[in-house]
């Protein structure tokens, strides 16, 4: 490959510190001369003539159209369901009148995706890609593409265009909501650049998420993260990237569903991981992790500024509350990247994984 890792081990380390960059990257392309948001005016066409907008992905771009459904729903109130793209091509929900379709992909190549995109099409559906590569294949055959400027991606394990995605969906959000007259306090090119210095910290932080990794993760054989709100679906993914190069089990749980019956895999000294950056229920996921130190759980809790507490092991920069997840991601790739480095793990290459799967 013609990219180089520099100075860097890996391109998975590379490319989290590259976060910030593309944050700043996508105000720029993004922004008018007057610092509007600039879009193609079918685009927002397109979004605003939607009764409806489901948003098809897979792996970890799918946990950012988790996050993308909160976002376009709570800014631009227009219904949102985001699919898995396997499970989406055979088992197809019933549709809205005037519905949009929205492919999530970082590499544009993804075979579930283009499925989807071949049925939708047929059915005379507008498309719309979100792709960190123009002129992939879902880019040239969907109806319109965004594009999410993370610049090549090379570890399998996905960081800054998941970070990309959900940047470019905020925009997208705050554009339709003026467009179709919903009045928002929010300016996501003004409340990107916070999240770009915010994720800056976590170049200096490292240290701190390689004790993380050692002081928890080190010999577990399993792991849990557990969040409320938009913390659980930053919680599936962190979950996933743990997974994905370390091959701990792990999963994203939502912390008040925990009591249902997971629960009951606590025992001592399991790692429980909480994510603490939603004001509204942080009294709450602080009462789901009391519940699980009492049966002999680990627990680790990453914070905000705003929800912190004096236990917290990393406590993060505020940032606006529809943007928590571009910058709680962060260590959740760190502590991922040092379990599978201190593991012995091939970290960019993991076993049986392939960056993009153009095969069903
Ligand atoms: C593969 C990769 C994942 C990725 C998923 C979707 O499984 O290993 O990291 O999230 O494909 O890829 P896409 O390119 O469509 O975002």
């Known amino acids: 490959t013609d990219i180089e890792k520099g100075t860097y081990p890996h391109f998975m380390l590379k490319e989290i510190d590259e976060q910030p960059f593309v944050m700043r990257n996508i105000i720029t392309k993004y922004k008018d001369d007057n610092d509007n948001i600039k879009l193609e005016e079918p685009i927002r066409q397109a979004v605003t003539d939607a009764d409806r907008i489901y948003i098809i992905a897979a792996g970890t771009s799918y946990h950012s159209g988790l996050v993308g459904k909160e976002l376009i729903e709570k800014i631009a109130q227009i219904p949102v369901e985001t699919h898995i793209a396997s499970e989406f091509l055979y088992n197809m929900p019933l549709l809205s009148k005037k519905p949009l379709f929205i492919f999530i992909s970082q590499s544009g190549e993804t075979a579930d995706l283009r499925g989807v995109l071949v049925n939708v099409k047929k059915l005379g559906h507008t498309s719309l890609t979100i792709t960190n590569v123009p002129g992939s294949t879902l880019s040239r055959e969907a109806d319109y593409t965004l594009h999410t400027y993370g610049g090549p991606e090379i570890a399998v394990a996905s960081t800054k265009a998941y970070t990309a995605q959900m940047a470019v969906m905020a925009i997208l959000a705050v554009d339709a909501a003026r467009a179709g007259g919903v009045e928002i ?20 932080k490292k240290e701190e998420l390689e004790e993380v990794a050692r002081n928890y993760l ?23 990237k743990l997974k994905e190069i370390s091959y701990i089990q792990a999963e994203g749980f939502a912390g008040g569903e925990l009591k249902h019956g997971t629960i009951a895999l606590i025992e001592e000294g399991t790692p429980v991981i909480g994510l603490a950056t939603q004001k509204d229920v942080n009294l709450n996921i602080r009462g789901n992790m ?12 990453i914070s905000m500024e705003g ?13 606006h509350e529809y943007l928590t997840p571009l910058v709680s991601v962060l260590p959740m790739q760190l502590i991922s990247y040092y379990a599978a480095l201190h593991r012995g793990c091939d970290v960019d290459k993991p076993r049986n994984l392939a960056k993009s799967v153009t095969v069903e």
């Open 218 to 240: 080190s010999v577990s054989r399993n792991c849990f993260f557990i969040g409320r709100s938009m913390d659980y679906y930053v919680c599936l993914e962190g979950a996933l």
């Open 307 to 319: 929800c912190e507490h004096e236990e917290d092991k990393i406590v993060m920069p505020a940032v």
């Open 290 to 301: 009391k519940e699980v130190v009492a049966r002999g759980a680990n627990p680790c809790f």
């Open 185 to 204: 306090d929010f300016d996501p090119l003004q409340e990107l650049g916070i999240v770009a210095n915010a994720m800056e910290i976590f170049t200096n």
